[in-house]
């Protein structure tokens, strides 16, 4: 608890503060009362600042002035700055001054009063990196939560919306906001999610991938909790019931329960005419597929199964082949690893030599080792398609690579039979996914006939506007949530 001495409580906060040089208190006298105003360099506006905290001081004029009523102006009469808040401790004043609020302390009393000045440099509105389109709006999500905040409000002007800040990590201190739409999301999902980061363990919290773990239901490969970087997306998920996560310092805002089917769509599905939206859907299952399967696949035909393969393409794939040093097996591995190694080296290296890459994958894996006789044309081709295919699915990316490896195993050890019980095994792990409880695979698994209007297909706004979307309206869904 603060003390009703000044000098007392300045030492008190400069000793928690570890005599930081970044600390910075301002001390002055208004009307014949000592005060300290204690903010943090860098976290705050020096205009702000003075117009909103140093200039209503200088000017205020009170007869008979004394601590109680000077601390009476300042907190109720007196109007500074909109975002106002009492502190009572150290380690409250610590923590306002670090996240952009300055602190006003009055000789006397023991209570300091944080006025909101924060003016810290954030990277400016700009279009989404990782999630584009082709119409709609251009505007990402930014490192700061008061202006994430404010694009989800900018489209969403009801009371029905609602926001509760948190904060989680025992030393970083991050702020946090939880969203729903109060009248369509269940109460019981907003206060599960906010129990679990409410018993977060982590000290340190920098971005959204660290608490993502702790709101999924530990599914070994598929993850039930989406992320994405565009506000009118996480605006279109809350509509449907969901709660959102939104993270300062980080541009991905994160929301539950995620579903599979929602990795092919995106949000020109929704601007495009719904005959548009069916063929390109059936594109991504169909590339969705081909990354996964092809390289496996070829590998399971050329070793186990070359009877399945027509006898005017086995003559030119074995002729292929056998100018190659290596197994069928072999060469796909080391394709599949080449292509990750330079996957991993674009994403990594900065863009300005990025392009180096693709130039010497293109001439080193793309002509050289086929004209040398490493690898066969065929796998080449095989792996190059799987490859290209995986983009198109970009929010499973990871997962289509590990999917990929885990045929090219099966189908070079045990052929068909392989690719078969590996379907099983990953069929398997989706379908008993269930993410605060929403079955993961609705509305396939269980079948949901309602909700495969924008599944597979996208029925036009005539019949998607005629009811509000519920996520929990899906057959398997309970009730609890839990």
């Not at 000098?7 to 009362?33: F, H, P, Q, W």
């Not at 948190?166 to 999610?193: F, N, Q």
């Not at 539950?256 to 089917?261: G, I, M, R, W």
């Not at 057959?475 to 949530?481: H, I, L, M, T």
Request: charged share 20%; net charge negative; proline share 5%.
């Amino acid at each position: 608890m603060l003390d009703k001495i000044l000098e007392n409580n300045t030492v008190t906060v400069r000793s928690v503060m570890k005599n930081s040089s970044d600390l910075i208190l301002k001390y002055a006298k208004v009307c014949g009362i000592g005060i300290c105003v204690i903010s943090c360099d860098g976290q705050t506006d020096a205009n702000k600042l003075a117009n909103l905290v140093y200039r209503p001081l200088s000017e205020l004029d009170l007869p008979d002035c004394t601590p109680e009523k000077l601390a009476s102006m300042i907190s109720g009469e007196l109007l500074i700055a909109c975002d106002e808040k009492p502190v009572t401790s150290p380690e409250e004043i610590v923590s306002a001054a670090m996240s952009g609020f300055c602190v006003i302390l009055i000789d006397g009393t023991d209570t300091g009063y944080a006025v909101g000045v924060q003016g810290f440099e954030t990277r400016s509105v700009t279009q989404p990196e990782n999630h584009r389109n082709i119409r709609g709006a251009r505007e990402g999500f930014v490192e700061a939560l008061h202006i994430n905040m404010s694009l989800v409000r900018r489209r969403v002007k009801s009371p029905d919306l609602v926001f509760t800040n948190m904060t989680v990590g025992k030393t970083s201190g991050t702020e946090i906001t939880v969203c729903r739409m109060e009248s369509i999301a269940e109460r019981g999902l907003a206060d599960e999610v906010i129990r679990r980061l409410e018993t977060l363990p982590l000290s340190l919290v920098l971005e959204s991938g660290f608490i993502q773990p702790f709101l999924e239901n530990r599914n070994p490969l598929f993850t039930e909790v989406g992320a994405t970087e565009r506000p009118d997306v996480f605006v279109s998920k809350l509509y449907e019931g969901r709660v959102g996560v939104i993270i300062d310092g980080s541009p991905f805002a994160l929301y539950v329960p995620k579903l599979f089917t929602e990795n092919f769509m995106v949000l020109d599905d929704y601007t495009e005419h719904p005959l548009f939206a069916f063929f390109i859907r059936i594109v991504r299952w169909l590339a969705f597929f081909a990354a996964i399967l092809l390289p496996g696949f070829y590998t399971a035909l050329a070793n186990f199964h070359p009877e399945l393969i027509p006898d005017a393409l086995l003559r030119d794939l074995a002729a292929a082949e056998a100018l190659t040093p290596y197994t069928v097996l072999t060469e796909c591995v080391i394709l599949d690893v080449f292509y990750e190694i330079m996957r991993e080296a674009g994403l990594r290296l900065p863009s300005n030599v990025g392009h180096a890459v693709s130039i010497v994958g293109g001439i080193v894996i793309g002509d050289i080792v086929v004209s040398a006789g490493l690898v066969g044309a065929p796998m080449l081709l095989a792996v190059a398609i799987a490859s290209i295919s995986g983009y198109i699915v970009s929010d499973i990316a990871n997962q289509v690579s590990f999917m990929r490896f885990v045929y090219i195993l099966a189908g070079g050890l045990c052929g068909l039979f392989g690719i078969t019980i590996a379907s099983l095994v990953f069929c398997v792990s989706a379908c008993s996914a269930n993410s605060y409880g929403v079955p993961f695979t609705s509305p396939l698994a269980p079948f949901s006939g309602k909700s495969m209007r924008d599944t597979f297909i996208r029925s036009s706004w005539h019949k998607l506007g005629h009811t509000d979307p519920d996520i929990y309206d899906m057959n398997g869904a309970e009730d609890d949530k839990q």
